[in-house]
């Protein structure tokens, strides 16, 4: 599977963004997709899952209520939504896949495939 993400960019605090994860390879249904984030000096960190179904959703604390992920299967994409926007929230945002993955993983070493990573930067 190869994971091409994008939609990041320069948005002002409380604005919206939505990032795309296209995903290439017959894998994708039976796969978990998850998005994670990584801030300069900052460990990578868990943003939010989505089951291969998309039955199933789970989300870091801090952005609860304000991001939304979910997944088209017939396009192979994944998407993240993000509304509400902090500062707070500027990273490299990277989306990821779990192979025949049923649940919604949150940590890294749970993922197989990395796509390679949008910037998105939030502006007081």
């Known amino acids: 599977v190869q994971l091409q993400a994008s939609g990041g960019g320069l948005v002002q605090a409380g604005g919206s963004l939505r990032l795309s994860c296209a995903a290439s390879g017959r894998t994708f249904s039976t796969s978990a997709m998850g998005w994670f984030r990584q801030a300069p000096g900052k460990e990578r960190e868990f943003v939010a899952a989505?089951?291969?179904?998309?039955?199933?959703?789970y989300y870091a604390d801090s952005v609860k209520g304000r991001f939304t992920i979910s997944r088209d299967n017939a396009k192979n994409t994944s998407y993240l939504q993000m509304n509400g926007l902090k500062p707070e929230d500027t990273a490299v945002y990277y989306c990821a896949a779990a192979a025949r993955n049923l649940g919604t993983p949150r940590r890294v070493q749970a993922y197989d495939y990395w796509g390679q990573g949008t910037q998105v930067t939030v502006s007081s």
């Open positions: 989505i089951s291969w179904s998309g039955g199933s959703t």
